[in-house]
T-cell receptor, first 109, second 113 residues
Framework: KNEVEQSPQNLTAQEGEFITINCSYSVGISALHWLQQHPGGGIVSLFMLSSGKKKHGRLIATINIQEKHSSLHITASHPRDSAVYICAALLDSNYQLIWGAGTKLIIKP | DTGVSQDPRHKITKRGQNVTFRCDPISEHNRLYWYRQTLGQGPEFLTYFQNEAQLEKSRLLSDRFSAERPKGSFSTLEIQRTEQGDSAMYLC???????????FGSGTRLTVV
């Protein structure tokens, strides 16, 4: 079993739909990262959170420490949101990042 | 400070050659991390430094790989006798005391031909 699991692996939706990507982890963490990677592009940090909820524009990230679960939501999705979204757990032991497998999101116009 | 810088952005090399990549972290960050990402896979941890000390190395880091951070500022990652399997994106990240401001560079894409 992977220490960080994401679902779904692939997601295709129509423009305007509300998107949810889920992440579960089994390790002790100090924080959880949500990252975005465009094809051939670098990795951009969207959120780092250790409790509660954060919002930035149309993106919302939540975390439930007790349940070891986090979600990334995109409201009013747009084709430019198409990318791979990665959940990564920052270990509380040595601050390494354990990466999920990523969710490939395609938003169709 | 414009974030974490990596140089070069792209490197094409012949098999058997040595290559060196550089990472300049955010200036006040004391931790620096190297990751490798192969096509279609998530990034894999390679090594990290706290100041100039290399605190942990992944078993993925064979004897052909060496990383340094001589003055606790920039870091270099050298691959000797490159193999085609070394072709990947090499990512650098830095942070302040572990979690604060964890920031990634744009990566160096290595192609071994």
């Amino acid at each position: 079993k992977n220490e960080v699991e994401q679902s779904p692996q692939n997601l295709t939706a129509q423009e305007g739909e509300f998107i949810t990507i889920n992440c579960s982890y089994s390790v002790g963490i100090s924080a959880l990262h949500w990252l975005q990677q465009h094809p051939g592009g670098g990795i951009v940090s969207l959120f780092m959170l250790s409790s509660g909820k954060k919002k930035h524009g149309r993106l919302i990230a939540t975390i439930n420490i007790q349940e070891k679960h986090s979600s990334l939501h995109i409201t009013a999705s747009h084709p430019r949101d198409s990318a791979v979204y990665i959940c990564a757990a920052l270990l509380d032991s040595n601050y390494q990042l354990i990466w999920g497998a990523g969710t490939k999101l395609i938003i169709k116009p | 400070d414009t974030g974490v810088s990596q140089d070069p952005r792209h490197k094409i090399t012949k098999r058997g050659q040595n290559v060196t990549f550089r990472c300049d972290p955010i200036s006040e960050h004391n931790r620096l991390y190297w990751y490798r990402q192969t096509l279609g896979q998530g990034p894999e941890f390679l090594t990290y430094f706290q100041n100039e000390a290399q605190l942990e190395k992944s078993r993925l880091l064979s004897d052909r790989f060496s990383a340094e951070r001589p003055k606790g500022s920039f870091s270099t990652l050298e691959i000797q006798r490159t193999e085609q399997g070394d072709s990947a994106m090499y990512l650098c990240a830095s942070s302040l005391w572990g979690a604060d401001g964890y920031t990634f560079g744009s990566g160096t894409r290595l192609t071994v031909v």
